[in-house]
């Protein structure tokens, strides 16, 4: 077992402080740290104890929301503690499925892949309500900001509009040359749409929660908590010291994210109005975006691999922040032009939609700038060498590191979806 | 008279080249450069002597424009011909006008006042059908780089569309998700609406060109080839040497441009993506449009006082490109806005437009940021002291000169109204 000092509840979790734009939402508790404990920690532990103590962590903080949903989600006071609940189910959910694959050698393969396939189905059955109400919330925001009057003095910062003052739109948009009624029925037609879908995801998650599927997991889960899916220490490298057998897993998933990041055409991304996610706005660049929501995927799991040996970079999740921005901005621009083509609408509605989709664009190629200062293509942390030589896959990459930039803050910096 | 060596005709213009994305249209004879002279070939003459021989040139060049105009604007074949002439007259009235505002202490008042006027009146005319050209020509290349597919290898560069490729939208547009007949319909009412403008302007220019007032300014303008409207010597700083006379001025304009900038909100133009320009699309902007606009004329008027005394800085004519580009731009987004508001025109049409009013909203937030980088708030030639003092008024400005970052090229880079 790791050693670590034993902390007063929630004490462990709070002296750092939750990470801004990361942290719960307002009025939630403070959700435990993954894994607290520093690098050094590792160094009298095997690979197994230290997969076991994290794996049996998240498997608790699963089941500790999902009692927190089953107390709140029959109650109509407690809403927003049942979607807080719903959002930590799903923070566990992804990270016990990330550390499954990336250290996939250490684990029993057979259980190991088919708990992590349906925990990436109950991670999307669960996401879908709070996806639509963030989309909705962005686009209306959107809408807001972009039918009300600028702040003229020198270096003022743009309202960043919420949903609730979005329904004031009418009245400062009516001074946008006639297009007022446009931005109404532009906010009036996405609100229809997204909480149409939004309602039926809230009730295919409900149906999946009451599902004979879903309770396997959560048995799988439970058993998860006391005794990890591990492979047999004598055919494999988990009862290695975890310093030597874990850092080359986790190497390998940040070259698999780095790969697919040298993929991107980064070097245009950092130019700033490079236009690239712009530009081709009327045109279907679904390519691209599809590339770019790899690249997200991939630095995700590198961050929770690295999160099982006590590695956090802050810039990292910076970095991923602003991927998660990109993938909100895009599936809000397909949103805007998806209601464009709903039949019969007025041209002022289509043209309020136009420029909404041009702004979603807009916030695409910033996300990607941000992300292009952000991203550093190789580890903070060097990995501690064993015994005098580094461990086997641990070799840094050779390419210099940029001086990051901290990106500007442009627009919503929260990624909606209550990511981290 | 100021002594420079005789150079062979279209020598001393070509051997330095034109400036590019300021040079003349192609298949144009190169035009000889304002004043060749460096700094201290103003030593030996005085600020009378400057300044008549500045205006003088810059009169000589009208004139010679004028005789092209009359010769080819006859003939069908030669419409480029024409439209180079009356570029090269705007050209040559702007500078006229421009140095009897900033030398006015120097000049007979009554009369400079009453050419600076009739100037600002014939470029005024003479502009606006190029004007409308130049702005058909950025939204149909806008429309069709919407609307084409992006270049998808890494680092690739967008197309910058033209008018001529424009037709070609269409095809490519429709794998736009069912808009692509949008963005052809937009196009063609762009086209007619900017078409029929420009003919209008046409024959408003043909008009003043051939009316008694046209007349008379190029009588004075005549008259200013051989003797310019100077103060009396006896009354007046002309009979003084010219390094001592003219810099002050110069500087004066200087001041009055960094000035305007100082009221900008500069600090926020100089972030990528801060979404100023772009944040209150549907909202009306123009207050701090007016405000940049009224800093590139500012700008254009400091950069023709230091033409007189040859001081030409590279980076300040960037900088003014990059306003001019402000100003086109920000002039589209609102033809586009305009057209969005033509009776029963589709949805598709309108939703379009909204696209790419925004996208040349996005074009005046990156010229602001682009201006941002290349401003320099103090001159980089300081003015030579005179017996040991520096001339009254050229204090330069004790604010700190930062590193200009050259912009990136967004898009095109020409301001399409073929200043400089």
Redesign the interface.
Known sequence: MVQRPDLPAGTGGRSRGPVPGQGPEPGAEPYPEPYPGPYADLSGATAGEVLGEYLSRQATEFLRSLRLHEESASRPESVSAAAEAVRLLRRSARRIGAVLQVYRPLTDTARADQLGAELAWLAGVLGRERMYEARLDRLLGA?H??????S???????STGTAASAATATA??A?????GAG?ARAGALLERQLTLARTRAHSAALQALGSARFHAVADAVAVLASEAPLADPAASATGERALRALPPLAEQAHRRAAQAVE??????AR??????A????????G??DAAWNRVRLLVRLRRYAHEVIGQDDPALAAAGRALDRHRDAAEAAAAA?AA??TPR???????????????QR?EV??AR??FGRLWRPVLSVPPVAVGGTAPEGAVPDPEPVPQPVPG?V??AERSGRGGG
């Open positions: 809408l900001r972009l039918s009300s009057a600028p003229s003095g020198p270096g003022g910062t743009a400062s948009g001074s946008g040359g006639g297009l931005v993929a991107l055409p980064l070097t245009r130019q700033s109005y490079n236009g690239e712009f530009a081709h706005t009327l045109a279907v660049d390519e691209l032009a464009a083509r609408i007025a041209p002022t509605t289509a043209y309020a939609l136009g420029v909404l989709h041009a702004d807009h190629e910033a700038f941000t500007p442009t627009g």
